[in-house]
């Protein structure tokens, strides 16, 4: 077997079950934390942001021989004059950082990226580059983000693990299909969890005829406009029910009368540029963690009778299963030069959101969308398949 290809890391935090953790944990001892099953990939050095009390990364850094650097630039080349490994991977989740007027945490994303960026300019070679979750707070800095890598010719890859994970019933959406609509549904908090619902919805979603086009607004709805919406046909009441049936646990009785009660609560509107109606429903109150997370979908394909629908599966608590799955797409993008799934898929839910999170700041006002004018073909990286990992303990 040829050698794991060095790559370098830099995390706002590291603490267990932190999205550091259950990343380059699986890196460092395998997707099941025992040491088996590594991956092409090896973790050379890291770059910590904040160390609080409950830091792993000295200890593991300790065991596994990982560099801990000072900076973004010292992981990048060992403190040589060379850039000294094949990848960069870049999370900037968890931690303490300070919101912004629209409550979006401002979360290091696009520093983390000019800072190797400037490494990648300075040696005139570029290697790809992860960024875990949505590219940043901002859509003007995601763009900057994307535009850059784009210059640079660096492979960009950025995301969730909910396109990668199982799906209750395995679905897998048919090319160029005929889509009349679509609803993801979720829970938790607005920003942080609310992308992982435009991802499991996206993923889905860029696969119609014609391919992704981009959006054209949005609309935050909270309160008695979610229903009243509802009741007008501005979101579908049976895609709402076909993917509420996928959801582990909910809290027993009307989901109207719930949701009303819980001021978290809410419903996306989402227009795409080619007609495609869609929308997120965030149902705090209702939806519970239960068994995987209550992350689902539904679709309305011309013609047929039925929605497809499924949950999107989040195994946990150890050994987060779904990120190995993520890791593995990772791996992928360092191993091939080139990201296993369009970056333009995480550029566009990034818009998106930044737009729902001004929506929502403005009272539920309908934003238009001229710059989510993106476009892209979907790729067939393939979701995980068989049976669920056991969980462990570490």
Not at 73 to 99: M, N, Q, R, W
Not at 188 to 214: D, I, T
Request: proline share 6%; net charge positive; aromatic share 10%.
């Amino acid at each position: 077997m040829p050698e794991p290809k060095p790559v370098a890391a830099a995390t706002t935090i590291y603490f267990r079950h932190s999205h550091a953790d259950i990343i380059l944990g699986k890196i460092l001892e395998g997707p099941n934390h025992d040491g088996k099953d590594l991956y092409g990939i090896k973790l050379v050095s890291l770059f910590v942001d904040q160390v609080p009390a409950n830091d792993m990364s000295q200890a593991l850094a300790k065991k596994h021989g990982v560099r801990l650097c000072k900076s973004i630039e010292e992981a990048l080349t060992l403190g040589g004059d060379k850039l000294a490994v094949e990848g960069f991977i870049s999370i900037a989740e968890h931690g303490k950082y300070p919101d912004n007027e629209k409550g979006q945490i401002q979360y290091p994303r696009r520093k983390f990226f000019e800072e190797a960026t400037k490494v990648f300019k300075r040696f005139k070679r570029a290697v790809p580059v992860f960024n875990d979750k949505h590219l940043a707070a901002s859509w003007d800095d995601a763009k900057w983000m994307y535009d850059e890598a784009r210059k640079l010719m660096i492979p960009f890859m950025a995301g969730s693990s909910i396109p990668v994970t199982w799906r209750r019933p395995s679905l897998t959406l048919p090319r160029d299909c005929e889509l009349t609509e679509a609803l993801a549904l979720g829970y938790g908090p607005l920003e942080g969890y609310g992308f992982h619902a435009l991802e499991g919805l996206q993923c889905m979603v860029e696969r119609r005829k014609g391919g992704e086009v981009g959006v054209k607004a949005v609309q935050v709805l909270t309160g008695e406009e979610m229903w009243k919406a509802c009741d007008r046909g501005e979101f579908s009441k049976a895609l709402l029910e076909a993917s509420i049936r996928h959801a582990p646990e909910t809290a027993k009785g009307d989901y109207r009368t719930i949701t009303l009660k819980n001021k978290d609560s809410s419903v996306w509107l989402i227009e795409y540029l080619d007609g495609l109606k869609a929308s997120v429903a965030i149902l705090n109150g209702f939806l519970y963690e239960g068994d995987g997370g209550a992350f689902c979908f539904a679709g309305q394909i011309k013609g047929e009778d039925k929605p497809r629908s499924c949950q999107f599966y989040l195994q946990q608590p150890d050994p987060f299963a779904h990120f190995s799955e993520l890791t593995k797409a990772i791996e992928k993008l360092v191993l091939t030069n080139h990201s296993p799934y369009p970056v333009e898929r995480t550029l566009l839910t990034t818009g998106i959101l930044d737009a729902i999170m001004t929506s929502h700041k403005e009272g539920g006002k309908r934003i238009e969308t001229p710059h989510l004018k993106v476009a892209y073909k979907p790729t067939d990286w393939p979701h995980a398949m068989g049976p669920i990992p056991k969980t462990i303990k570490r």
